[in-house]
């Protein structure tokens, strides 16, 4: 889908330092930067600990549960925010004194997602006492009474949004309780693990703890770096509280101060470690840690994560990187298909739905998310994927039954707040969704596959009413034009040290109109450009480009939207237009 770039429009910006650079004050003051204290983001800038409610329960659980060495088992989920948070609990715990702990992460083909009845029984088995849960339990009401039911106490801990009802958990930490006054609602799971971990060690530090233990009080500071991979690779928004988070992990990661499993995660995805930014852990820690969960066993992921030896982290690394090499394969055949199946019902540009559902039974579940993400990008529309639950299905008769249940993962857009919509397509037709969770932008849900029609249409039908036509038009916000004098070296690392950019606080981006001086693909279907600008020369690059229409040797100038990078080749640094939309004028 062609997209519109709009410029955004001049705030006021007199409220912040004068001793910034102009363009990033403006920038600063565009994402909504409300003054300089947003921009001290030291620890002593976080949310209190004390403003996030159900800490003083969980604490009191927890505690009483170390002095008696009961079993503590961690049920987290099978993403980068469920890995990073089971990790951070695993070590925090251990940091803290406990010896009696382990963890649980449900794979997705056998148990869903979850602290699910299943996963009950086998933390039974193992010999729990208490669960906490880590980046999920707000919706999972069957396994948290199954557990109390086996006289095991439960503290959920998790942020994802809660339906009408809480669960009956002996403790529910999450911000996004209606009744929760922490500032912040946009933490992410390892956020909420993180902060649960330094009011248990107040708690301790108070009760003498330590010194009756005769251990040392840890520096949980030491954990940031799950934290800000976590966070990111959640893609929850980067508000003034989860910046300060992600800056801190950042500048300890930056620094040699992280674990063996990041240290060999970055390696192996080739990036240099003093100058690691936000979006690598989007881009190239977080897939890598996320294809453990999509393809085979997060439990994988997490021991990479909590490995104490960098040369047996690196073994951990370079496996979780071939199961993310065959995870691009499947997703890649997946989405052809997806886009074969679009192209066979006529779509185009003018007559597209309100919303895309598409359903095959050969789909690999680990990967639908992925490729609704990039169906949402490509069309601009709300988009679910779905696979069979089954991994086993068909049968082998080759028969599909349709009364078994499918896994959909959703994603939106702006402007339409995906859980919402499901939470009232399933109240006005109780019949059709088996269940669902989720946030405004990305979610989950399972029906039947005999109801997929059905689900389609309502899918559809609600979110053209709620939706108007404006919003169905891809845009791109832009920073304005840049000019020639200030595309340098130096002003790309200067944009680089005023992040971190992420969800809702973007990258800088800037669009212009440049000559085209050379074209050529590289890698398959990516464009390498030589632009120019003012007489400067510039070198370009626009990845998964359409073949079919460029290469153009009849375009001598384009309109292009970019983020200003440094691109480093044996040991040179030069300027790079990193293209993010590309229209020949």
Same mark, same amino acid.
């Given at each position: ?205 108070? +009760?003498?703890? =330590?010194?009756?233990?005769?251990? !040392?009080?840890? #520096?949980? *500071?030491?954990? %940031? $770096?799950?934290?800000?991979? @976590? ?46 930014? +936000?979006?690598? =852990?989007?881009?190239?820690?977080? !897939?890598?840690? #996320?294809? *453990?969960?999509? %393809? $085979?066993?997060?439990?994988? @992921? ?284």
């Amino acid at each position: 889908m062609q997209k519109q770039i709009i410029r955004r429009t001049p705030v006021a910006d007199q409220h912040l330092p004068m001793n910034l650079h102009p363009v990033v004050r403006q920038l600063y003051a565009s994402r909504g930067v409300a003054g300089d204290h947003e921009l001290e983001l030291t620890l002593k800038q976080i949310a209190p600990v004390t403003s996030l409610s159900g800490l003083a329960a969980g604490c009191d659980i927890l505690y009483q549960a170390l002095q008696t060495s009961k079993r503590i088992t961690i049920v987290g989920d099978f993403d980068a925010d469920g890995a990073t948070s089971t990790a951070l609990m695993m070590e925090a715990l251990t940091l803290l004194g406990s010896r009696t702990h382990n963890f649980i992460v449900p794979n997705r083909f056998e148990y869903g997602y979850g602290l699910s009845p299943e996963i009950v029984e086998i933390a039974h088995q193992q010999g729990a006492e208490l669960i906490i849960t880590v980046d999920n339990g707000i919706s999972c009401f069957a396994g948290i009474e199954r557990a109390q039911s086996l006289g095991m106490k439960v503290i959920v801990t998790d942020h994802h949004l809660p339906g009408e009802r809480l669960p009956p958990a002996d403790a529910i930490i999450n911000p996004n309780q209606y009744d929760c006054q922490f500032p912040s609602k946009a933490l992410a799971g390892v956020g909420v693990a993180f902060y649960f971990m330094l009011a248990l060690r107040k708690l301790l530090r108070d +009760a003498n703890w =330590f010194a009756n233990q005769q251990i !040392p009080e840890p #520096n949980l *500071a030491q954990l %940031l $770096d799950l934290v800000a991979l @976590g966070t990111v690779a959640d893609v929850v928004p980067l508000d003034a509280n989860n910046r300060i988070l992600v800056a801190q992990g950042l500048k300890r990661i930056r620094a040699g101060f992280t674990r063996p499993g990041i240290q060999a995660l970055i390696e192996i995805a080739k990036r240099d470690q003093t100058k690691l930014v +936000a979006a690598d =852990f989007g881009f190239a820690l977080g !897939p890598r840690i #996320n294809a *453990a969960g999509r %393809l $085979d066993d997060m439990s994988y @992921g997490i021991n990479c994560l909590l490995a104490n030896d960098l040369m047996e982290a690196r073994v951990m690394a370079s496996e979780l990187d071939e199961l993310n090499k065959a995870r691009r394969e499947i997703e890649q055949g997946m989405q052809v298909e997806a886009e074969r199946v679009l192209a066979s019902l006529k779509f185009s540009e003018d007559n597209l739905p309100f919303a895309i559902a598409l359903f095959q039974k050969d789909w690999h579940q680990g990967v639908i998310g992925i490729v609704a993400g990039r169906l949402k990008e490509k069309f601009h529309r709300p988009s679910i994927v779905f696979a069979a639950a089954d991994a086993d299905s068909p049968n082998k008769d080759g028969v599909f039954d349709n009364e078994q249940e499918i896994k959909g993962s959703a994603r939106s857009i702006p402007g339409l707040h995906i859980r919402d919509l499901l939470e009232h397509i399933d109240s006005q037709h109780p019949n059709i969704i088996i269940k669902f969770g989720g946030h405004a932008m990305a979610a989950g849900l399972s029906i039947q596959a005999k109801n997929f029609d059905q689900f389609n249409q309502l899918f559809s039908q609600y979110a053209e009413a709620w939706l108007d036509k404006e919003q169905l038009t891809g845009t791109l916000l832009s920073d304005g034009e840049l000019p020639a004098s200030l595309m340098t070296i130096e002003f790309a690392d200067l944009l680089q040290e005023a992040g971190p950019w992420g969800q809702q606080f973007p990258e800088p981006m800037f669009d212009d109109e440049f000559e085209l001086l050379q074209q050529r693909i590289v890698g398959e279907k990516h464009l390498k450009l030589v632009v120019q600008k003012d007489n400067v020369a510039f070198d370009a690059i626009a990845f998964n480009i359409d073949v079919k229409a460029w290469p153009n040797s009849q375009a001598k100038k384009a309109h292009i939207a970019y983020k200003l990078s440094v691109n480093e080749f044996r040991g040179k640094q030069n300027v790079q237009l990193m293209v993010e939309h590309l229209k020949a004028l």
